[in-house]
């Protein structure tokens, strides 16, 4: 019999690539601003919804897996019964799910909002993940531009919500409909065309106007080398496009003149600018002023299934790398008229319009700009387990605290209490409760406010000094601790 001991298998801890864990400061951000925005739509009565992550893949729309590659564009199982499940990609198609199933028992129109993950089968990068979190508000069952206004006064007011201040943002707002009519007065009418002016007029902040002009010529080489084939356009084609993209600037009134003439006799294309009339005039009926929502025509939205207005929440604050260069944000969200999705399911025309913003990289903005982070986590206070057999003394102090509303945790670990004090400071709690068998028999607690002690400790040099002077640390009768902490808490700002 061999001696030679079994190799036992372990299991290499890694991340699956394209997947982050997202730590406590993260989720917390992330829960401020999605709680900052479920607030305002839930004042404006819109309704939450809460729909499975797994839709069957045929729900996806353009995102349906085919026999060769099942999981293209999303997450694809085949269930036992032999079908396709998809983990959700986006809000959007779920909800047109919802609505086609739920039809007839809605109260119409429908105004929901959703909060939750999405997951995304792609290639990813720095910043591009394969699971994140989307919010979402949508209203089913409007046809009018009015409801198209309520959703960009809602974006407008979220940013409000979130902390940013007026001119710390733009809501830009377009018609697709009006560079359609633009589209159709130069000839461009097969589908191939119009993508690919649509992708160059959507790449205007990016690329800027030459090299919009490129792409809408015979095409354009990158940085890379790698080559993007151009829409074709003749001159006049390029120049009635950019001329189009050039009409942004200054008040709405003042956009929707230079736009009236290029979109000429084309009815289409008439339509989407009556939609902005009515969008100005709503917007400024409720006091949303050109200074927060604005009109862009270089706003076209690059999903496919947008019909009519769109528009995009932009950041304006600027906030610095390390290295002191400016980190420049851009469109943190969007949203637009989408008509068409529902009908995939009933055959029958259903107006929504609604608006999404991707929580993550929305909150990490909000994190640079300051705008969001120490605030959004409630103060700590550990209670030290002086003595190994009072754990249920400690714990019992720690529920006496929680039940006033106050952030506790007695420490369970083992150690020494400058492994405890430590241990708090790296948590950033706020104050220490300490009761040893000293204070214990005298009938007191000792309070350390480590939010202080950490700024008296930069004038004391000499450790004898420190622990002779005891620094921010004071103890009271046991019938006055709690409001000692609280003492605390209210020194700090915490509470």
Known sequence: ????????????????????DRVGSVLRAEKHLVDAATRVYDDWGFEPLQTPAFEYAEALGKFLPDEERPNEG????????????????????PLARYVAENFQELNKPYRRYQAGDVWR????????FRQFVQCDADTVGAPGPA????????AADVMRAVGLADGEYAIRVNDRRILDGVLEGIGATDTGSRTRIMRAADKLD?????????????????ESGDYTEGAKLDTAGID????????????RDQVIARLEPLVGASEVGRSGLAALVEIDAVLSAIGVGDDRAEFDPSIVRGLGYYTGPVFEA??????????????QFGSVGGGGRY???VSRFTGQKVPATGYSFGVSRFAAALSALGKVGAETERPLVLIVAAEKDRAADYLAMAAELRATGIRTEAFVGGGNMGKQLKYADRRGACAAVIVGSDEREQGLVTIKDLGLGSELSRDITDNREWREEQPAQSSVARAEWVSAVRAVLNRNGDH
């Open 1 to 20: 019999m061999s001696g030679k001991k079994k190799k036992v298998f372990r299991p290499k801890a890694r991340r699956p690539r394209g997947f982050e």
């Open 206 to 222: 990016r690329l800027g106007r030459e090299g919009v002009a490129l792409l809408l010529g015979e095409g354009r080489k990158d």
């Open 121 to 128: 089968n792609e290639k990813p990068g720095p910043g591009r």
């Open 74 to 93: 999303v997450f694809a199982l085949e269930d036992d019964d032999g079908q396709w499940l998809s983990l959700r990609y986006d809000h959007t198609a």
């Open 339 to 341: 008509d068409d999705l």
């Open 314 to 327: 932009e950041l304006l604050a600027t906030a610095n790398y390390d290295d002191g260069s400016p980190i």
């Open 147 to 154: 409801a198209d206004a309520e959703m960009i006064a809602m």
């Open 240 to 251: 009635a496009v950019l001329n189009f993209l050039d009409a942004t600037g200054g008040s």
